[in-house]
């Protein structure tokens, strides 16, 4: 993959891709780490320990990736609640009709 084909799927210029390579830029954005990692296949754990960053950065790095994983199943759910809520709006619909008090006719006593 040449540096110009991995600065467009990183959506960042060639130019830093080439700094990232050569350890000229040593702070990286979060998300093109995560994106780094998605390309090469690679988790953050590995991608960390061959930059040699220090072990706060690695955990701080895995902290953001579980927080984002943590972030899509929240989106995740609240779709899921929001289809539940749906259904349950329509089957309220469908169950809610007026009652109408049974008529019954009145007993009239017999005289003895």
């Known amino acids: 993959m040449t540096q110009a084909e991995l600065a467009a799927a990183l959506r960042v210029s060639q130019n830093i891709v080439g700094r990232l390579e050569s350890g000229g ?4 954005r979060l998300s093109t780490v995560i994106r780094l990692t998605q390309i090469l296949g690679i988790s953050i ?3 960390t320990e061959t930059a040699g960053l220090t072990a706060r950065a690695r955990t701080r790095a895995s902290l953001q990736s579980e927080l984002i994983a943590v972030n899509q199943q929240v989106r995740t759910a609240k779709r899921a609640l929001m289809q539940l809520q749906t259904v349950l709006n329509k089957i309220e619909q469908l169950t809610s009709f007026e009652r109408v008090p049974s008529r019954r006719p009145l007993s009239r006593k017999q005289p003895r």
Do not use: A, F, K, M
């Not at 830029?25 to 990286?28: L, Q, T």
């Open 45 to 47: 754990d590995s991608l």
């Open 25 to 28: 830029r040593s702070d990286p």
